[in-house]
């Protein structure tokens, strides 16, 4: 029913993994051959792609992904301006299918943190101090609190970070967007009368 | 200085006010209301899909204009008329896209359509694009549209379903980023060159949160298909949206065109759109001042659009951070290299940033009586059928063909290379399109971004080089 519901995801704990890299972009995350499906499941699998796989399908020996263990490192922290590009929402399914719940950098792009929060996956945008400092600590133990906007870093401490109240409000009551748009119906048809549209 | 009074307000800040449904809160984004909702085959089928879950209809088909362009083979179809995809999934996303818009009442300008094309290219020919709209797509390109003084941005699929389902978008107000440019461009220099430039000054991040205005003499003095390669580039820069405020030029682009109001209507409208532009006292939230007589023909050294040098200008070297380290060594470049004698493999002139008429001729006027270099492979893609059928009947397709050059069908090609036209691995691309990250064109495929003018210039000599040498030589 509510295109939150399924991950609902108020507050968890998880280590860190690194990807020291600036302005890594959409392509980067889902590369563009993987596009042309029409669902929205099973893109984990292509997530990185070009970082982990060989053209022949063979794994990469340099890839940046070589030491991730996703089902304990659900938390990734980038370097700036994660998720430069392209609009494709392929990219937070695919993050998400992969078994990234949180990103952790000094700066998102626009589109990319629209569509993570519309998916459950939390954009945490933190000085780059902090970005640094988990970067020198590798696999740090985080706590990721969205009601309360808090970041919790082992040996660092507890910080605030930025979310719009209504994102945090849909993420943890598990409200749905488009039904919150749908009950202005009325002042949706008034103004298309008040503009002749 | 004019003094601001509390009714000067920008152009973004008119055109956002227009469509507001509901002001923004504490608690809550604006609604705001869309006027144009662009569709195309790869963003689209998750949000009819989630539509048909939920059992809700589109609000207003009449408000949405779809194409097929991305998934597409730019080969011509066989004898029997048959498309050859590059998978039967790419075929599947085509079809789907055409069976949901046939569904909900939605025009789809399909393989049988006169005006098929890029959606950013389709869409002004059309006249659907006017001043003063508030227009999304799922691609981020759509930032192309304001150049008519339009709101116009890219967003996610879900936000698809969102604009579907009720024509309106939850959306928080952006910061506002004039971006003044003043000065006549040298001969040579063209629009590709000013966005590449600005790009590379204030940064692929330079504008995130923001709606760019550009504007100033240089932007007055350009037609419209080089305000669209201009706003095209802000995703670029990070920025939601690019504008220009409308004016003659814009005015005399859309009178008579198929969407376009007509009559009085038109008389109506025009007398509206003049006042789409920022008032004497109003401010943006933070101002660059671009020096246009500066500008060189430039071209992208790394691997995202905001490394930028001139043509024969070294790369930077010095203060290079990991990234940069990291771009140079998938791109085989050296800080402090030029790029001139770099040998080129493919030239490819097409996408939404540079595939309309004007540039096609801008590549032809190098091309004509030369022959593209030994051993590369040069594609041409119109942006539209309409770009198509103006090129031929102007003779640009068979210079490119005696040239050595393919002629192929409109669609977004080897930009995204979603539909088989892509560089093999290693191969370097000097590509008129708007992204250079790595395998964006192919798994570890090598891009370097130009203007129509440079990438024809490179496919001439094989070499990375400006067009300078055949400009002053003429095309004779």
Known sequence: MTEQANNLNTEFRSRTYNIPLDNIDTDQIIPAQFLTTTNREGLGEFCFYAWRFNEDGTAKENNPLRDHHPDRQQVLVVGSNFGCGSSREHAPWALLDYGIRAVISSRFADIFCNNSLKNGLIPVTVEEQLVEYLHAHPDSAVRIDIARRQLTVENYGTIQFPLDAFSAFCLTRGIDQLDFILQNEQEISAHEQKYNK | MPQQSPSDSTLFEKVWQRHLVREESAETPAILYIDLHLLHEVTTPQAFAELKKRGLSVRRPDRCLATIDH??????????????????????????????????????????????????????????????????????????????????????????????????????????????????????????????????????????????????????????????????????????????????????????????????????????????????????????????????????????????????????????????????????????????????????????????????????????????????????????????????????????????????????????????????????????????????????????????????????????????QFLEAGSD
């Open chain 2, 71 to 468: 998934s597409t083979p730019t080969s011509a179809p066989d004898a029997e008329g048959r498309h050859h995809y590059v998978t039967e999934q790419a075929r599947d996303q085509v079809e789907t896209v055409q069976r949901n818009c046939a569904k909900h009442g939605i025009v789809l300008h399909g393989w049988d359509s006169p005006n098929r094309g890029i959606i950013h290219v389709m869409g002004p020919e059309l006249g659907a694009t006017q001043p003063g709209m508030t227009i999304v797509c799922g691609d981020s390109h759509t930032s192309t549209h304001g150049a008519f003084g339009a709101l116009a941005f890219g967003i996610g699929t879900t936000e698809v379903g969102h604009v579907l389902a009720s024509q309106c978008l939850l959306q928080s107000k952006p910061n506002t980023l004039g971006i003044r440019i003043e000065g006549e461009l040298a001969p040579g220099v063209t629009a590709k060159d000013v966005i590449l430039h600005i790009i590379g000054t204030i940064g692929v991040d330079g504008g995130t949160g923001s709606v760019i205005e550009y504007y100033g003499s240089t932007v007055r003095a350009m037609d419209m298909d080089s305000r669209m390669t201009l706003c095209n580039m802000s995703i670029e820069c990070g920025a939601r949206a690019g504008m220009v405020a409308p004016d003659e030029v814009t005015f005399d682009y859309l009178a008579g065109r198929p969407l376009s109001p007509q009559g009085e209507a038109w008389d109506t409208a025009v007398a509206d759109w003049k006042t789409l532009k920022t008032d004497a006292g109003a401010t943006y939230g933070a101002q660059v001042d671009i020096d246009a007589t500066a500008i060189r023909p430039s071209v992208t050294y790394g691997t995202h659009p905001g490394m930028v040098v001139a043509v024969d200008e070294a790369i930077p070297s010095g203060d290079t951070n990991e990234s940069i380290a990291a771009a140079l060594e998938y791109m085989g470049f050296k800080a402090g290299q030029t790029l001139a004698d770099e040998s080129v493999d493919v030239v490819f002139i097409g996408s939404c940033t540079n595939s309309r008429l004007s540039d096609l001729r801008a590549a032809a006027g190098i091309m004509k009586n030369r022959k593209v270099a030994h051993g590369l492979r040069a594609l041409v893609v119109p942006g539209s059928e309409e770009v198509r059928r103006a090129a031929e009947a102007d003779g640009l397709d068979r210079i490119f063909i005696d040239a050595g050059a393919q002629w192929r069908e409109p669609g977004c090609s080897m930009c995204i290379g979603m539909n088989g036209d892509i560089a093999a691995p290693g191969e370097l691309v000097v590509s008129t399109s708007n992204r250079n990250f790595k395998g964006r064109q192919g798994p570890l495929s090598r891009t370097i971004l130009a203007s129509p003018l440079t990438a024809a210039a490179c496919a001439i000599t094989g070499r990375v080089s400006s067009a300078q």
